[in-house]
């Protein structure tokens, strides 16, 4: 595949000239235009990585508009090109708002060679970057469309990489017989997972008995999982059916597992290990054929240290461990969730949602610490209360980011005492957020690191531009442009 090419889009023949220069002593191939409308000709027929606009075309025009209108039309044509801005003092305003809607950044005139030529090459690697994303997740989406099609994934909603793992190891591991350990936090959907071992295991039809292993105090442990005779203990009227002998030849999904009791633990163990239990006020021993899935949020390995569970029963149960993350890890998953659970709720209300631009940013940028099970209170929250068929983020209850106003200027260590000069030094990060928030402290090591390119800082964090802005905005991290002696 050829190199990508640098696209160049000013009215003035010296700066076209200039930067064809500048960029053919680095090594990039170079075109020019000096109208929006042969640069848009460009657009749909070069292989081009980056391009490189002024805000005006015409002697006179110093609003920004035409800049504006190219970038809006470059974008319509290819959403994903990186446009950086050139801009004058009189449209750097317009400049900023822009980059918030799209533009990778901006740079004022006159420019720093070295800067613009470093910010052009980052934002060609960022493009071929995202060539490459696009082929993996063209992969991707094609790998979930054959795993849906081969297995039953229970209704199951989702796009990201990591989700598609753990469901295809799922789907791997379902027609044997051995345990299964599904982690991760709560409201993630450990027992959507374990209802899609079940649907494709060699018991499926079979019972799926769901038993909240933390929920069951010792003295009736027993009688819970193994049954009892009447009479067995005060208040037994009649037989009481077991959890296991419920599940016979079917699956027995343990949730809550690290909260069961240390006694709970030890009589556990001896059914897994034998196979064999009897119910409470009984001596006839009866065989327990079950396939065993157990859930938890908890960090078992540091409970076996402390001495809260048992080793030997671990092992029992972590043959194969199916790791779900966090839903905050794995953004590209909330959306598709959102719609579906949207769409469940319109169609038992007989209407009609939708969410508008505001929510979508609004879902992807939220913490989610309750995960998927937060994600339905949302929605269900927001088809009760919004007015019509848009569901906004004031519907969904989300907080919008901090005023502007509420900020105030912030320095990385070692910044004081830098010189004047000319306002084209690279950006650096102020905030008014806790110097001690790890997200915060991540976002401004990106900054700095990427010389305060967003693109380039957006593509290390593995977000979107307009998510950095997002996160930047909600943690009132703003780009302060330092002068340069």
Not at 106 to 135: C, F, G, H, M, Q
Not at 151 to 159: K, Q, T
Not at 296 to 313: K, M, S, V, Y
Not at 346 to 374: C, F, I, T
Request: net charge negative; aromatic share 4%; glycine share 8%.
């Amino acid at each position: 595949m050829s190199a990508l090419k640098v696209l160049v889009v000013d009215d003035q023949p010296a700066v076209c000239a200039a930067l064809e220069l500048l960029f053919d002593v680095h090594g990039l191939e170079t075109l020019t235009a000096r109208t929006p409308e042969r640069a848009l000709e460009l657009v749909r027929s070069e292989d081009l990585g980056v391009v490189l606009q002024d805000m005006n075309f015409h002697r006179d025009a110093t609003s920004g508009e035409e800049g504006e209108a190219l970038l809006k039309a470059i974008k319509g044509l290819d959403p994903d090109l990186p446009v950086l801005l050139m801009t004058a003092f009189q449209s750097l305003e317009t400049a900023v708002r822009l980059v918030r809607e799209g533009a990778s950044d901006y740079i004022a005139k006159p420019w720093n060679d070295d800067k613009l030529v470093a910010t052009v090459k980052n934002l060609l690697r960022l493009r071929e970057l995202s060539r490459e994303n696009l082929r993996l997740r063209t992969q991707t989406n094609r790998a979930r469309y054959d795993l849906a099609q081969g297995h039953d994934l229970c209704g199951l909603v989702y796009a990201s990489a990591a989700m598609h793992e753990v469901v295809t190891l799922a789907a791997k591991v379902a027609p044997s017989e051995a345990a299964v350990l599904i982690t991760g936090p709560n409201g993630s959907g450990k027992e959507r997972l374990a209802q899609i071992v079940q649907a494709n295991s060699r018991r499926k039809g079979k019972p799926f008995v769901q038993v909240n292993a933390g929920g069951l105090p010792d003295e009736l442990l027993e009688a819970e999982l193994f049954g009892a005779e009447a009479g067995a203990y005060t208040g037994a009227k009649k037989l009481r059916i077991g959890r296991f002998e419920e599940a016979d030849g079917g699956t027995l999904f343990l949730d809550e597992i690290a909260n069961l009791s240390v006694m709970g633990q030890m009589k556990l163990l001896r059914v897994l290990q034998t196979g064999e239990y009897q119910r409470l006020g009984s001596n006839t021993t009866r065989k327990s054929d079950v396939r065993l899935i157990s859930a938890t949020n908890a960090d078992l390995p540091r409970a076996i240290a402390q001495g809260a569970f048992r080793e030997d029963l671990f092992f029992r149960l972590n043959v194969i461990e199916l790791k779900i993350v966090a839903l905050r890890d794995r953004p590209d998953d909330i959306l598709p969730i959102a719609d579906l659970l949207l769409s469940r709720h319109a169609e038992r209300n007989g209407s009609r949602y939708e969410l508008d631009a505001e929510a979508q940013r609004a879902l992807v940028d939220h913490d989610w610490s309750g995960n998927v099970r937060e994600l339905e209170n949302r929605i269900q929250r927001a088809t009760l209360v919004c007015q019509g068929v848009r569901v906004s983020a004031a519907d969904l209850g989300l907080s919008s980011a901090p005023s502007p106003s509420a900020r105030r200027p912030w320095q990385p260590p070692g910044d004081a005492g830098l010189p004047s000069g000319a306002a084209n030094a690279p950006p650096l990060p102020s905030s008014t957020a806790s110097a001690q928030d790890p997200e915060r402290m991540d976002i401004e090591r990106v900054l700095v690191e990427s010389g305060g390119v967003i693109a380039t800082a957006a593509a290390l964090l593995g977000i979107s531009r307009q998510a950095l802005y997002r996160r930047m905005d909600r943690l009132g991290i703003e780009l302060e442009r330092r002068p340069k002696g």
